[in-house]
Protein backbone atom coordinates (compact mmCIF):
# COMPACT_ATOMS: atom_id res chain seq x y z
CA UNK A 1 0.00 0.00 0.00
CA UNK A 2 1.06 3.55 -0.74
CA UNK A 3 0.04 6.42 1.27
CA UNK A 4 0.21 10.39 0.10
CA UNK A 5 0.09 11.49 3.83
CA UNK A 6 0.22 10.09 7.55
CA UNK A 7 -2.51 13.14 8.18
CA UNK A 8 -4.75 11.94 5.54
CA UNK A 9 -4.54 8.48 6.65
CA UNK A 10 -5.77 9.57 9.77
CA UNK A 11 -8.69 12.17 8.48
CA UNK A 12 -9.73 9.67 5.90
CA UNK A 13 -8.77 6.17 5.91
CA UNK A 14 -6.70 6.94 2.30
CA UNK A 15 -4.58 3.75 1.22
CA UNK A 16 -3.67 2.86 -2.13
CA UNK A 17 -3.91 -0.84 -3.92
CA UNK A 18 -0.47 -1.45 -5.19
CA UNK A 19 -0.32 -2.29 -8.71
CA UNK A 20 0.46 -6.05 -8.13
CA UNK A 21 -2.68 -6.22 -6.15
CA UNK A 22 -4.49 -4.74 -8.24
CA UNK A 23 -3.43 -6.57 -11.41
CA UNK A 24 -4.58 -9.92 -9.46
CA UNK A 25 -7.81 -9.26 -8.48
CA UNK A 26 -8.24 -7.65 -12.36
CA UNK A 27 -7.22 -11.47 -13.49
CA UNK A 28 -10.25 -12.79 -11.24
CA UNK A 29 -12.50 -10.79 -13.72
CA UNK A 30 -9.94 -10.48 -17.22
CA UNK A 31 -12.81 -11.11 -19.23
CA UNK A 32 -15.18 -8.56 -17.93
CA UNK A 33 -12.03 -5.69 -17.35
CA UNK A 34 -11.02 -5.91 -21.24
CA UNK A 35 -14.67 -5.82 -22.31
CA UNK A 36 -15.13 -2.50 -23.55
CA UNK A 37 -19.00 -2.72 -22.83
CA UNK A 38 -18.69 -3.88 -19.45
CA UNK A 39 -19.35 -1.22 -16.69
CA UNK A 40 -17.43 -0.62 -13.66
CA UNK A 41 -18.05 1.53 -10.46
CA UNK A 42 -14.90 2.25 -8.27
CA UNK A 43 -16.73 4.01 -5.31
CA UNK A 44 -13.55 4.95 -3.35
CA UNK A 45 -11.30 5.15 -6.63
CA UNK A 46 -8.60 7.85 -5.61
CA UNK A 47 -6.29 7.95 -8.01
CA UNK A 48 -7.78 5.56 -10.35
CA UNK A 49 -5.10 2.57 -9.14
CA UNK A 50 -7.86 0.28 -10.78
CA UNK A 51 -9.82 2.50 -12.84
CA UNK A 52 -6.60 3.16 -14.85
CA UNK A 53 -5.57 -0.52 -15.44
CA UNK A 54 -9.03 -1.80 -16.27
CA UNK A 55 -9.06 1.17 -18.61
CA UNK A 56 -5.74 -0.10 -20.10
CA UNK A 57 -7.12 -3.64 -20.25
CA UNK A 58 -9.82 -1.87 -22.52
CA UNK A 59 -8.01 -0.26 -24.40
CA UNK A 60 -5.46 -3.07 -25.63
CA UNK A 61 -8.67 -5.27 -26.30
CA UNK A 62 -10.11 -2.50 -29.09
CA UNK A 63 -6.83 -2.08 -30.33
CA UNK A 64 -6.41 -5.67 -30.66
CA UNK A 65 -10.17 -5.72 -32.62
CA UNK A 66 -10.34 -2.61 -34.33
CA UNK A 67 -6.93 -1.24 -35.06
CA UNK A 68 -7.64 -1.29 -38.99
CA UNK A 69 -10.16 0.79 -39.26
CA UNK A 70 -9.89 4.34 -37.16
CA UNK A 71 -13.56 5.30 -36.81
CA UNK A 72 -14.47 1.87 -35.72
CA UNK A 73 -11.39 1.77 -33.06
CA UNK A 74 -12.46 5.43 -31.56
CA UNK A 75 -16.18 4.06 -31.11
CA UNK A 76 -15.04 1.54 -29.25
CA UNK A 77 -12.26 3.28 -27.03
CA UNK A 78 -15.22 5.82 -26.34
CA UNK A 79 -17.61 3.05 -25.21
CA UNK A 80 -14.66 1.41 -23.57
CA UNK A 81 -13.76 4.81 -21.29
CA UNK A 82 -17.96 5.50 -20.96
CA UNK A 83 -17.98 2.06 -19.15
CA UNK A 84 -15.86 3.09 -16.18
CA UNK A 85 -17.10 5.14 -13.14
CA UNK A 86 -15.18 6.74 -10.34
CA UNK A 87 -16.28 8.56 -6.71
CA UNK A 88 -13.75 9.90 -4.40
CA UNK A 89 -14.20 11.94 -1.43
CA UNK A 90 -11.10 14.34 -2.17
CA UNK A 91 -11.11 16.45 -4.81
CA UNK A 92 -7.57 15.96 -5.28
CA UNK A 93 -7.81 12.70 -5.81
CA UNK A 94 -10.96 12.64 -8.29
CA UNK A 95 -8.47 15.53 -10.27
CA UNK A 96 -5.67 12.93 -10.74
CA UNK A 97 -7.85 10.08 -11.76
CA UNK A 98 -9.44 11.98 -14.26
CA UNK A 99 -6.41 13.50 -15.75
CA UNK A 100 -4.52 10.09 -15.33
CA UNK A 101 -7.70 8.09 -17.10
CA UNK A 102 -7.50 10.88 -19.72
CA UNK A 103 -3.64 10.26 -20.61
CA UNK A 104 -3.81 6.68 -20.87
CA UNK A 105 -6.82 7.44 -23.46
CA UNK A 106 -4.82 9.28 -25.38
CA UNK A 107 -1.69 7.37 -25.48
CA UNK A 108 -3.25 4.85 -26.79
CA UNK A 109 -5.55 6.63 -28.91
CA UNK A 110 -2.07 8.22 -30.54
CA UNK A 111 -0.06 5.40 -30.54
CA UNK A 112 -2.86 3.50 -32.94
CA UNK A 113 -3.18 6.49 -34.88
CA UNK A 114 0.17 8.92 -34.70
CA UNK A 115 -0.50 10.74 -38.01
CA UNK A 116 -4.86 10.92 -37.87
CA UNK A 117 -5.94 11.32 -34.40
CA UNK A 118 -8.86 13.56 -34.03
CA UNK A 119 -8.93 16.52 -31.52
CA UNK A 120 -12.87 15.53 -31.38
CA UNK A 121 -12.40 11.53 -30.12
CA UNK A 122 -9.67 13.20 -27.54
CA UNK A 123 -12.12 16.20 -26.55
CA UNK A 124 -15.11 13.44 -25.97
CA UNK A 125 -13.52 11.32 -24.05
CA UNK A 126 -12.06 14.49 -21.53
CA UNK A 127 -15.79 15.38 -21.16
CA UNK A 128 -16.69 12.11 -20.51
CA UNK A 129 -14.31 11.98 -18.14
CA UNK A 130 -15.34 15.16 -15.95
CA UNK A 131 -19.27 13.63 -15.70
CA UNK A 132 -17.93 9.98 -14.45
CA UNK A 133 -15.28 10.69 -12.12
CA UNK A 134 -16.76 12.59 -9.67
CA UNK A 135 -15.85 14.09 -5.77
CA UNK A 136 -18.64 12.36 -3.47
CA UNK A 137 -19.17 10.27 -0.44
CA UNK A 138 -19.99 7.24 -1.52
Excluded: W
Excluded at 74 to 100: F, H, T
Excluded at 109 to 123: D, R, S
Amino acid sequence: MQLKSKQRVADHGEVYTHEREVNAMLDLVADQASNPEKTFLEPACGNGNFLAEILRRKLTAVAKKFKKNQLDYERNAIIAISSIYGIELLPDNAAECRQRLYQIFAEYYQAAYPQTVKPECLNSARYILSQSILCGDA
